[in-house]
């Protein structure tokens, strides 16, 4: 088996031969996280064939292999979470089912959502609030369409012993007064505020961790949450090298400065942007554009927009694709961003669970887009913006179970999917398939239509069923995340964990195990099909 999930997102490989020998291309939290630090792999390429084999290109830097010898499977990735940290131990309401959604235009829609789903007797444990409740995108502020938003933290808390989690992207608006808290710690670049924004070099483990708790600190007086949700931390930029910034058009906000890669004959710069050789970003561009689901959005929007997005997908093959410049510098100005990108994400984490710890009173969660290795150590994470099809559906539970192994048990991806909208069929069995991830939320985005599970009756019976069934378990699944916190290990597992001389076990990968008392065949298709190893269930939850 290879594994290189989503890079965009991501950065884990994972290799497996016959003898279930496991090679990393990691390099060492602690000791770990300085040694990737210092000694960058630079561009990298791994490709797989027959024997088995792999191929390691990489164009300099030094290069740490790690090999686990088990023998068992389970024991094997025990030993690389030995090596990189044991899985943080999340709360026990955290693994309740959650509820989320990009669109929600008021505090009045959320009130609306929550009530309809616990009208239903669909157990609910946690409400999301995406970007909609800032300030126009802004981290740290309030919208004016959210007034009351703390007296309602306040009433979820008491009436409805829920739960509250806020998402925060790492850049802040230039105009914003935590900016201004900040100056001598960003990277420029352009996100959802509608102005510059800035990235704080979470590198800096001292001033820039400080900072970010005390703003913390200060949005939960106003708003008590009890979790905190951070994206777009690869980080993630949208017009680096562009002409316009995406809100160009506005008249409400002027501001149409681009942002441009500093451009140079010297190598010393070039290198960064605009190595001499065919990258991810040319392959990625290509998919996009063959995408008819893509091509048909674009008729959506208005013409400038096109012009910006057709910009992005035919002129723009650098290695700052979709990110900031690489030659930005972090670590109090001391390494490029070229260095330490891959690890962005986690050093968030890091600083975002430092800020959690201080801001919330009880016990609390992470949940980050982005990982590395150790980020387990840190936070949960969902798998990124799926699809309402069928096919990320059976991708969700593979997704799963890489990141067990990856050392982050905490996950689960956008049942019913994110993008595009789902039908009733398909979210019914996301439901049910989702009440088996340990991280289960539902989520989707703004331009789709709304998911929770009240908007058909015959999703709403699969969910309150399945979850009901999910919370007649929670004290054997908060043992096993009890158990891996201690030593390392799987939540969910393959079934080949349990059953590696079974060569029929190696080619399920849409079923999987809790732990090693408990298999899971969910429905993926739009046809049930006859699953092999269904007489593993003891006969009362057959």
């Not at 708003?223 to 809100?247: K, L, Q």
Request: proline share 5%; charged share 20%; aromatic share 16%.
């Amino acid at each position: 088996m290879h594994s290189l999930i989503n890079t965009i997102h991501n950065v884990i490989e994972l290799f497996r031969n016959t003898s279930l020998v496991v090679h990393f291309k990691i390099i060492k939290i602690s000791k770990f996280e300085k040694r990737n630090l210092q000694k960058p792999l630079k561009i990298q390429e791994v490709t797989t064939g027959p024997g088995p084999h792999l191929v390691y290109r990489t164009i300099g830097g030094l290069l740490d292999m790690y090999f686990f010898p088990g023998p068992k499977p389970e024991e094997v990735i025990q030993q690389y979470h030995a090596l990189i940290g044991k899985p943080f131990m999340p709360p026990f309401w955290a693994l309740g089912f959650q509820l989320s959604r990009y669109g929600y235009k008021s505090l009045d829609e959320v009130k609306e959502v929550v009530k309809n789903v616990t009208e239903k007797g669909i157990p609910l444990e946690t409400i999301y609030a995406d970007i909609d409740y800032m300030n126009r995108y802004m981290d740290f502020t309030l919208g004016d369409k959210w007034t009351g938003f703390g007296d309602y933290a306040n009433e979820l808390h008491k009436n409805y012993s829920m739960k509250l989690i806020l998402i925060f992207d790492p850049a802040v608006d230039a105009t914003s007064d935590a900016f201004k808290n900040a100056l001598d710690k960003i990277m420029l670049g352009v996100v959802w505020p509608d102005h510059h924004a800035a990235f704080p070099d979470f590198f800096d483990t001292n001033v820039t961790k400080e900072w970010w708790k005390d703003e913390f600190v200060k949005i939960h007086n106003s708003v008590s949450f009890d979790g905190i949700w951070i994206d777009m931390n690869e980080p993630a930029a949208f017009g680096t090298d562009t002409d316009y910034p995406w809100y160009f058009d506005n008249p409400d906000h002027p501001n149409i400065t681009s942002l441009k890669c500093k451009q140079s004959d010297k190598h010393d710069i070039d290198k960064y942007e605009n190595p001499p050789y065919l990258t991810h970003a040319v392959f990625l561009r290509e998919t996009e554009v063959c995408d008819t689901t893509f091509f048909f959005a674009l008729t959506q929007l208005s013409s400038t927009e096109v012009q910006v997005w057709l910009s992005l997908l035919f002129f723009q093959h650098k290695l700052n694709q979709k990110t900031l410049c690489l030659y930005g510098k972090t670590h109090q100005g001391t390494e490029f961003l070229y260095n330490s990108k891959n690890m962005y994400g986690l050093y968030e984490t890091i600083a975002t669970d430092y800020a959690a710890r201080n801001a919330i009173p009880q016990r609390s969660v992470v949940i980050s887009r982005s990982t590395f290795p150790s980020a387990g150590r840190y936070g949960g994470h969902w798998l990124g913006d799926n699809s309402a099809t069928w096919d990320d559906l059976r991708t969700s539970i593979i997704g799963v179970q890489e990141f067990n192994m990856f050392g982050i048990p905490y996950v689960g991806s956008d049942i019913c999917g994110f993008l595009t909208d789902t039908e009733e069929e398909l979210c019914l069995r996301w439901q049910q398939a989702g009440a088996f991830h340990p991280f289960s939320r539902n989520h989707n985005d703004a331009a789709a239509m709304p998911q929770d599970p009240a908007q058909w009756e015959s999703v709403a019976i699969a969910t309150r069923t399945a979850n009901l069934f999910r919370y007649s378990f929670l004290s054997y699944l908060y043992s096993l995340h009890f158990n891996v916190a201690l030593n390392g290990g799987t939540v969910v597992r393959p079934l080949f964990f349990e059953f590696p001389g079974d060569a029929e076990a190696h080619n399920r990968g849409e079923e999987f195990l809790w732990g090693d008392s408990m298999l899971i065949a969910p429905v993926y298709t739009k046809v049930t099909l006859n699953e092999f190893c269904s007489e593993y269930f003891f006969a009362s939850f057959s």
